[in-house]
């Protein structure tokens, strides 16, 4: 058998001359029905100190990754025996909850072919010739989710222990959630944020990073509950933001590995609903994913509201793969337009006679004309109705601002 042959591959040793990235050791699965792609492959592979598994068709796939259970599979399509469309079907079934990234790489490059890929259930699709700049950068991405999944397992483990000591377990997890939200990359100019936690430590999160000049990622996520427990959910979802964001993946991408993570990692009765969005500056572009959250509202200050997005699919950690929409909806925008979001804190807040803020405080605060924005508008707004008092539930609110013709 042509395997066989190419053993001489996975046992070689890395030679004192190349370079190894530092970091995790993976395990890739590479799929290839060529034994020069798989040679290439091979040599490029080991010389960022990753090891190297191989099959040369989609069922001889199958089997060794259910042997060898590898961190990552890169994949091709056309194939004898089986293809990798139907490969990466049965590798995603023996997968079950856990999470193992799938590239294709194949000559077939349409649109199509790409979308068929996805739905099999690829997180990621490169057309050959494969850039090998592009190929590692991808690897890496992996290599870091890869490494924080056991960090987040261990860390969970840890925390846990001291459930019993509640106030050692707030400082230790507040230094924790400041080292992982990395509150300065809130500072972008297009970004407003102003969030009022419940407790002293806030379920919610609001992450934000700019990998490109032009595109910036924002996530808002609420999770079950208050405090502690709801932050420490906010860890797998925030470290994969970041990783996927900076690495530029696709929205659709990073919420399916976001809701494999939080099944993997979480009990059933803990979900996180998100809202996850690409601002295209260039090209005033929204891409937004909705998940569980209440509605973002795309707002002109000249005649308000002029476009809802609205929850596609559960939170985050309810449902499994085949019953997960990943689907984002897109929308150019006018020039000076913002894109408000909010948890349901927003409108659940009550003043000191019990009223709560509701969908009419929060449309009097978005109509209002006061020379701020429609985040800081709404903000202002709620403090004045809670006064002195927090609200019942965590309460965060995001604006992200279209600049105008003159910025």
């Given at each position: 058998m042509f395997f066989r042959g190419i053993t001489r591959y996975k046992h070689r040793c890395v030679s004192d001359g190349e370079v190894r990235v530092s970091g995790k050791t993976l395990k890739?699965?590479?799929?290839?029905?060529?034994?020069?792609?798989?040679?290439?492959?091979?040599?490029?592979?080991r010389r960022m100190g990753h090891e190297t598994i191989f099959a040369t068709n989609g069922l001889e796939a199958v089997a060794r990754f259910e042997e060898c259970r590898p961190d990552l599979v890169l994949m091709d399509v056309m194939m004898p025996e089986m293809d990798g469309y139907e490969a990466t079907r049965q590798i995603r079934t023996l997968c079950n909850e856990n999470w193992v990234p799938i590239i294709f790489m194949s000559a077939?490059?349409?649109?199509?072919?790409?979308?068929?890929?996805?739905?099999?259930?690829?997180?990621?699709?490169?057309?050959k010739p494969v850039n090998l700049k592009i190929l590692a950068a991808k690897i890496t991405a992996m290599q870091r989710i890869s490494e924080m999944q056991q960090a987040l397992e261990d860390t969970a483990s840890e925390l846990l222990q001291y459930r019993d000591d509640a106030e050692q377990e707030m400082q230790l997890a507040t230094r924790l959630m400041a080292r992982i939200t990395r509150s300065a990359t809130l500072a972008d100019s297009l970004l407003k944020v102003w969030i009022l936690p419940a407790v002293h430590m806030s379920g919610d999160l609001v992450a934000a990073a700019r990998p490109f000049d032009d595109r910036l990622y924002v996530l808002l996520a609420d999770a079950t509950g208050h405090g502690l427990s709801a932050a420490l959910m906010q860890m797998p979802v925030s470290q994969t933001f970041y990783d996927m964001a900076q690495a530029g993946y696709s929205v659709s991408s990073m919420v399916t590995a976001m809701n494999r993570q939080l099944r993997a990692l979480m009990p059933r009765d803990r979900f996180v609903a998100a809202t996850v969005v690409v601002f295209d500056e260039r090209n005033r572009l929204f891409e937004v994913w909705n998940g569980g959250n209440p509605e973002a509202l795309l707002v002109d200050d000249d005649v308000g509201v002029i476009h809802r997005?609205?929850?596609?699919?559960?939170?985050?950690?309810?449902?499994?793969?085949?019953?997960?929409?990943?689907?984002?909806?897109?929308?150019?925008?006018?020039?000076?337009?913002?894109?408000?979001?909010?948890?349901?804190g927003v409108l659940d807040a009550d003043d000191?006679?019990?009223?709560?803020?509701d969908e009419s405080g929060l449309a009097m605060a978005i109509d209002g004309k006061s020379g701020q924005g429609v985040c800081e508008r709404v903000a202002a707004t709620l403090r004045a109705h809670l006064g002195k008092r927090r609200g019942q539930d965590d309460i965060s609110v995001v604006g992200i601002r279209c600049p105008a013709p003159d910025e």
């Open positions: 890739i699965l590479v799929v290839d029905d060529t034994e020069a792609n798989l040679s290439l492959f091979d040599k490029f592979i077939k490059a349409s649109a199509d072919d790409q979308v068929m890929g996805l739905e099999a259930g690829g997180d990621d699709y490169l057309t997005f609205m929850p596609r699919s559960p939170p985050l950690g309810i449902v499994g793969e085949d019953d997960f929409d990943a689907r984002t909806e897109i929308l150019q925008v006018a020039q000076g337009a913002e894109l408000l979001l909010y948890s349901d000191a006679q019990g009223n709560t803020f």
